[in-house]
């Protein structure tokens, strides 16, 4: 949970010069006269945020320190002010018993003077339900495929949904279940609460059929689309949806937004012109709510003025246990193991899932996108790694990445527990030499050998290599629906964080697509959503202060004195060209911590029906989940655009389907992971599979099969 905390603004020292003896005389030894000066409570550690179960009249304890020790006097103010009430102490309690049937989000102000100077602090208070009986077993719940669980209180709103988003932002996806019987229509409502407490309608659509479980991306002709809150010219400018996508206000400010599904006995008679206030009034006036339900999203945000004045910059190098852990549990959900070596000077790490975190829409699909495919598919397991907790700085650029043959060599990890890798092919040099960003007569094209670039990686840079494990070979595009920019995205072998500069896009533009002999893939990394985004310092935007060879940026100008940290960039190296810093030694790594890796006994007999080629031209269009035979598989549907290979016909769409198989499988081992694997020629002909059944040495652990795409 992230705390807000009001913090006193100054608190300085006047020193007044007395005045000299009688007469005007002056004197050397004039007194001075110390004047404090009075500075505003401070509230302490209050969360954002407050869950309090129905039927619970108190609320939390407000706790507040004045620097004068003085008497502190509190109060409450606010939207719902009137619903609760805080002691002399500080304890806010509720007037009346809370129902969660009844209202379950409430908002106010907690303000705490000492008579002179005040401080506030606003929050939103969640009753939650408690199960009373058969007659409540119903309850609404709310969700949205477009939703990452990263591990925290609350969803990130993704940035599509904001008016920094694509096209200045689109109605989110909700989906829901649990409508009471008896239920007419449904109203779904969003409003945000900004850090400030300012209060403002998103959307509201209502006279929905009760029979509805979801709202559209981009689409309110489900219901009747409240227009009162917005303009016709704001309107005009949504695409004609009553959608008042938010928009950043601030450097770094947090921002609630809140869901609200209204299950009614009856429709409302409104008309498109009434605002979101109205529309709560009338459900009210009429008594006609059965049930409803909240769902709470979250967002940081920094808007143009700041990005412009470098606030999202940082001035340090992260090197401490506690910033780096920090940053690495934003993503708590996918994280199993972050321990510090702090005599070794170094901090391990192990995740859940080597895929990382990932929502469910098609955007976020692992392998589609690949258009130039070397036959194999992720398969489910955990990622270690090691990086320096405090980063020793090299002073020159130098090709210091091991361009070893057998392609091992790994740059970073992300900060939600994907593996990096360089962005080349590392069959382009042999075991102990090295690769880098430098000109060298060393005959090495990188241009031809840019894995990206022709098409080997996703819409999210990544793929699975020849264990099927999944790694990208960039900056982790994908994770920029939900980051904030202030922070890393990766740790790189050097101790060095790695930020979101620019990324995202087509390549075929790049310097590298000119001088390719090889076909250049026309996916659009991202899938379109990030390539307009920049948070490069401005004096790398305006070229006075570019990064270097290996996309570092001297953070004061001072070099190793104070640091790199790296940006990512639209073009090679996507991540970084070579380490400012030195590596942990490759034996700290090469150790692999705790972590379950699938490793298949045998390999699959798919790549002998490959016919010898080492990569197919396709397109891999969708990546999900389906039912075949009363068994769930993970389906990829791949288009193949090769005439090379008997088995297959070019223009056809093959299929892959696999699963784990369990103890009611025949093929079934104990102690192992069974997967059986199912080759589809062509996708409408389903009764010649070619099925093999192929075993792990090892049992995943059932949090890595939990989540996200294989949960």
Known sequence: ??????????????????CGSSGGESSDN??????????????????AVIAVPENQTSVVMVEATDDQQGELI???????ALDFDISTVGLVTFNLTPDYETKNLYSLTVNVSDG????????????TNINEGEANTAEITISSAAFKNTGSLYYNLPL????DGIQGGISPLIEWSGVPEGAASLVLSMHSIASDGSRDAQFTVFNIPASATYLAEGDFSIGIAAQGDMSDAEIEAANGVAYAAPCAQGAGTESHYIFTLYALSQELALTADTTQAQVLAEIEANAAQLSSQSLITRRVSWDAQSLANNLHVPTSVPSTCEEKTAHFNQYSANMKSITCHEEDNYLGLVSHSASGVRSEQSSQQIQVGITYWIGRITLPGEAAFYTPLRPTFLDTVSNN?????????????TVDGVMILPYFNQNIGGAGEYCGPLDMDDGKEYYNADIPLVGGVDQCFGHAGNGDGYHVHGAPICLMDVHDPSKPLAYMLDGIPLYFGQGGGTLEETPHAQLTKKRVTATNFGAGLYEYLDYRPSDVIDGSNPLNECNAYDINGD??????????????????????????????????????????ISDRGWLEWMEGFTNLEVIIQANYTGLFEGKTYSIYDIYIDDDR????????????????????DDLHEEGKDCFEFRYRLNKNITDSDRVETVCSSTVLPATTLDLTPFG
């Not at 509190?74 to 719902?80: A, E, F, H, Q």
């Not at 073009?571 to 400012?580: K, L, N, T």
């Open 645 to 664: 290979v008997t088995l297959l016909t070019q223009g056809d769409t093959a299929q892959v389907l696999w699963r784990i198989l369990n103890e009611s």
């Open 559 to 600: 070099g190793a004195t104070s640091g790199y940290i790296y940006y990512s960039t639209k073009e090679a190296p996507y991540g970084i060209g070579c380490f400012m810093g030195e590596m942990l030694d490759e034996s700290v790594n090469a150790s692999g911590g705790s972590h379950t890796q699938v490793k298949l």
């Open 160 to 163: 599509t949904y904001t008016c």
């Open 30 to 47: 004039s007194a001075q006269e110390t004047v404090t000066q009075n500075s505003a409570p401070i509230i302490s550690s209050l969360a």
């Open 401 to 413: 990445v091991p361009c070893e043959g057998d392609g091992s060599t790994r740059l970073g990890i």
């Open 1 to 18: 949970m992230r705390y807000l905390r009001v913090v006193s603004l100054f608190s300085f020292v006047l020193l007044l010069a007395g």
């Open 116 to 127: 002179e100077l005040i401080s506030s602090q606003n929050i939103i208070i969640s009753v």
């Open 74 to 80: 509190y109060s409450l103010t606010g939207t719902d």
